[in-house]
């Protein structure tokens, strides 16, 4: 986490110290992995915010479409050093900035991509559901991702 007091904050430090540590990580070869801990909601944006203008700039998903492999997140992980999770939502939002809204299949593909991956990180708690509670607390929870990710992609 960083703590940027309150005169200097909206002005650029957390996103410029964020690049210049993970720039600085990136090339080490003891690192293996840039990972953050629990950040907090303002942390994850900035992050997600970094993060994906570093792999938009990169054209890392270019030509990417749902549903994805997880050969294409393994190598993102290993050559940017994210951890699965973050490579994974930044995939999502670029997917979801590419997505052609005309096309019922495409946009099931990624429904289907964002569900699988809640799904997976929160496999024991919702398989302890019946499976019309799973289903709506899944649907309910990719809406308020989706409303996150076109949020972010706002701010890129």
């Known amino acids: 986490q960083f703590l940027i007091l309150?005169?200097?904050q909206s002005q650029g430090h957390?996103?410029?110290?964020?690049?210049?540590?993970?720039?600085?990580?990136?090339?080490r070869d003891d690192?293996?992995?840039i990972t953050v801990e629990d950040p907090n909601e303002a942390f994850q944006d900035?992050?997600?915010?970094?993060?994906?203008?570093?792999?938009?700039?990169?054209?890392v998903f270019d030509g990417v479409v749902a549903p994805v492999g997880g050969e294409v997140v393994r190598e993102?992980?290993?050559?940017?050093?994210?951890?699965?999770?973050q490579v994974e939502r930044c995939m999502e939002m670029v997917l979801l900035k590419n997505l052609n809204e005309k096309s019922v299949d495409?946009?099931?593909?990624?429904?289907?991509?964002?569900?699988?991956?809640?799904?997976?990180?929160?496999?024991?708690?919702?398989?302890?559901?019946?499976?019309?509670?799973?289903k709506e607390k899944l649907a309910e929870t990719y809406r308020?991702?989706?409303e996150e990710y076109?949020?972010?992609l706002q701010l890129v």
Do not use: H, W
């Not at 994906?52 to 990169?58: A, D, P, V």
């Not at 993102?76 to 999770?85: E, I, L, N, Y």
């Open 46 to 59: 900035l992050r997600d915010k970094c993060d994906l203008r570093l792999l938009m700039g990169k054209k």
């Open 14 to 27: 957390g996103s410029t110290l964020y690049r210049t540590l993970f720039n600085n990580l990136l090339v």
């Open 76 to 85: 993102v992980r290993r050559r940017f050093k994210m951890s699965k999770r």
């Open 106 to 134: 495409a946009i099931k593909a990624f429904r289907l991509q964002v569900k699988g991956r809640v799904y997976r990180q929160n496999e024991e708690a919702l398989a302890a559901l019946d499976v019309a509670t799973r």
């Open 31 to 33: 690192v293996t992995e």
């Open 144 to 146: 308020n991702i989706e």
């Open 6 to 8: 309150k005169p200097y």
């Open 150 to 152: 076109y949020r972010l």
